[in-house]
């Protein structure tokens, strides 16, 4: 049965069942941990059958854990798909792979990182016209992340703000005339991991190696105190690798057209 995390004992069981999952433990305990309590904050979580539990948001859902075996987890594979259907959900993202009906495999994303203690080689410096700040204004950061989404840009903004006015995590961007070009966030984190997200370059701004410098500054800085880690689709591993940045993992994505069934 799908239990909706509404009381302390369920908070407490939902984040024993991360305890020490790679990602998975950072972005879903954090986001429990500030938006479990405010059902209009759009997040939603749940605990599964078996040792899984289930966080869902708009459209986008993840599932950390492992459903039952056998019949029962037959029975918990088809109440999934179906509360999915239910709450239109139709990107899905999961520790280890899961079949459901009427959703198909898409490409992993790659989980790299940098141990606690590690640090990178810092690419080549910034222009000059460029200034580092380490805690810009997050309106227009919100503003270069989804250029072309303004609602993506509200629910970052928000999202991006508590996360920051709780102590949980920093925002890095590089500013030309005040105005940021490049940026990349930390807005969840665990005891031991600092999660890494957010890294984006204005169009007009690509090509000169800022997100390179600005990424191993960041994450270099967070390494001091915990262990690092982004996923990243296949297409950008290369880009990582270069950087020195090691993988751990992958994580499945799986994507359904409910108008098509």
């Given at each position: 049965m799908i239990q909706s995390v509404s009381t302390a004992e369920h908070k407490t069981e939902y984040l024993r069942r991360l305890s020490g999952k790679p990602y998975f433990e950072a972005v879903l305990g954090t986001?429990?941990?500030?938006?479990?309590?405010?059902p209009a904050s759009g997040w939603a979580f749940y605990l599964l059958p078996g040792t899984a539990v289930l966080e869902l948001r708009g459209g986008s859902a993840?599932?950390?854990?492992?459903?039952?075996?056998g019949s029962a987890g037959e029975d918990a594979r088809e109440e999934l798909a179906g509360f999915l259907r239910f709450l239109c959900a139709d990107r899905l993202r999961t520790e280890q792979p899961l079949a459901l009906a009427g959703w198909q495999l898409a490409a992993p994303l790659t989980l790299w990182e940098l141990p606690q203690g590690s640090a990178l080689p810092l690419p080549p410096a910034y222009p000059a016209e460029l200034v580092r700040d380490t805690a810009p204004s997050m309106l227009p950061v919100s503003r270069l992340v989804f250029a072309e989404n303004d609602a993506e840009a509200d629910e970052f903004y928000s999202t991006a703000c508590t996360a920051l006015a709780h102590g949980v995590g920093v925002c890095h961007a590089l500013l030309q005339d005040g105005r940021p070009v490049c940026t990349v966030g930390c807005y969840e984190q665990s005891n031991t991991e600092s999660y890494m997200a957010a890294g984006v370059t204005d169009p007009a701004w690509r090509g000169r190696g800022l997100a390179r410098r600005l990424i191993v500054e960041m994450a270099n800085t967070l390494a001091a105190e915990r262990t690092v880690r982004f996923a990243c689709e296949q297409t950008l591993c290369g880009f990582y690798e270069q950087l020195g940045f090691v993988q751990n993992g992958k994580i499945n994505y799986y994507t359904t057209d409910w108008n098509k069934q």
């Open positions: 986001h429990l941990r500030l938006f479990g309590q405010h993840v599932v950390c854990g492992a459903l039952p075996g």
